[in-house]
């Protein structure tokens, strides 16, 4: 552990592989932000020249589990570039976490801040990366093309975190645009054998999404012996945002945190307070007392929530496919496609307002 500022690296070093495997970046955005100098370029290790081993220390903002040693892209990062990482994830509360490293003032090399990124940047916990992008040619190559962007968050305009969104990689042919097939965003999801069992009606209002639920429920109480649960709720810390965030989707807004921004005038008003946030927590006031949420849905701990999924008796859920997928692989695992999930469009049954219109509380 060192004491001072460390720099939060995030996925450098993973980058510095996936960059090197002769992958075309995407055409758009080529444009670069900033009129930051071009980078030298670093010396190249010679062939059969045994790189010095050296062990960097991360901490990950969040619950997850360290790589296996043998897993592959760590022993292909140890042949590249030398490096060991030894992760540490986090258990327990984030904040009393994150509190602790910060007052003593020890921290590991890297760190994956998260959601605790706002109070790593207030403590200073960071080093600026501004002078080294430069000095390694695949990172700048990612990154370069973002740096304002990159910069916006902190309060004097440097470089201290290093996003990983933002930029795909097309590896086969380097082609630059090509149809995406996944999806792992914010969505109303529901099991393939709901829809088929519906016949693929592929409901597209509040009402119908839960109308279907509430039917399929009372054909199938029970899924492999086990109670059937037609919409689960996770609302654990910051995980939140799967009770939360639904309201601004029902009405067509994107995935914009805690607010809805007009695209047209960039004003931004607080969805919670506002009618359509009220519809949908009626819609799931409704669904409760119809036994369509079971009650322990809001007492689940993320491990549980991954659990019943993974059990294949949760119907559907608001959520991001990212955040259940661990459950969800468990189901592929058992060769139960029928129960893995697709993402639907679902909307308010009368929208009374557009997105573009910020004032909503008026309607």
Not at 146 to 158: A, C, F, M, V
Request: net charge negative; glycine share 6%; hydrophobic share 35%.
């Amino acid at each position: 552990m060192k004491k001072a500022r460390i720099i939060s690296l995030v996925m450098a070093v993973m980058m510095i592989v996936a960059t090197s495997a002769a992958c075309s970046p995407q055409a758009k955005d080529t444009t670069s932000e900033s009129s930051t100098p071009t980078p030298g370029q670093i010396s190249e290790t010679s062939e059969g020249e045994k790189l010095k081993p050296i062990t960097f220390t991360m901490f990950v903002a969040g619950p997850g589990e360290a790589p296996p040693k043998d897993n592959k892209i760590i022993k292909k990062i140890q042949e590249i570039t030398g490096v060991t990482i030894e992760f540490e994830f986090l258990v327990g509360d984030m904040d009393q976490k994150v509190g602790i490293m910060i007052a003593s003032g020890e921290y590991p090399d890297l760190i994956g801040a998260g959601q605790a990124r706002g109070r790593f940047l207030n403590a200073r916990a960071f080093v600026a990366l501004d002078d080294y992008l430069p000095n390694y040619p695949n990172l700048w190559k990612h990154y370069e093309p973002y740096l304002n962007r990159l910069r916006s968050i902190s309060p004097d305009n440097k470089i201290y975190i290093l996003d990983i969104w933002g930029r795909e990689y097309w590896l086969n042919d380097g082609q630059d645009h090509f149809y995406y097939g996944d999806y792992n965003g914010p969505a109303f999801w529901i099991q393939k054998d709901v829809l088929a069992w519906d016949g693929y009606s592929n409901p597209t209002k509040l009402d119908d999404f839960f109308d279907l639920l509430e039917r399929y429920y009372k054909e199938h109480p029970t899924i492999d012996g086990q109670p059937t649960l037609p919409f689960e709720v996770h609302s654990q810390d910051w995980r939140s945002f799967c009770l939360k965030n639904a309201p601004q989707h029902l009405i067509g807004g994107r995935n914009e945190g805690d607010v809805v921004v007009n695209p047209e005038t960039l004003e931004v008003e607080i969805y919670q307070n506002k009618w359509y946030a009220k519809e949908y927590y009626k819609k799931l006031n409704e669904a409760f007392k119809k036994g369509l949420i079971h009650p322990e849905t809001f007492t689940r701990n993320y491990d549980e929530y991954l659990k019943v999924i993974s059990q294949g008796r949760v119907l559907a859920m608001f959520d991001q496919q990212w955040n259940f997928q661990d459950g969800e692989n468990v189901l592929i695992a058992e060769k139960k496609y029928e129960r893995t999930y697709v993402p639907i469009g679902v909307s308010l049954t009368e929208p009374r307002c557009r997105i573009t219109d910020t004032r909503a509380t008026e309607l």
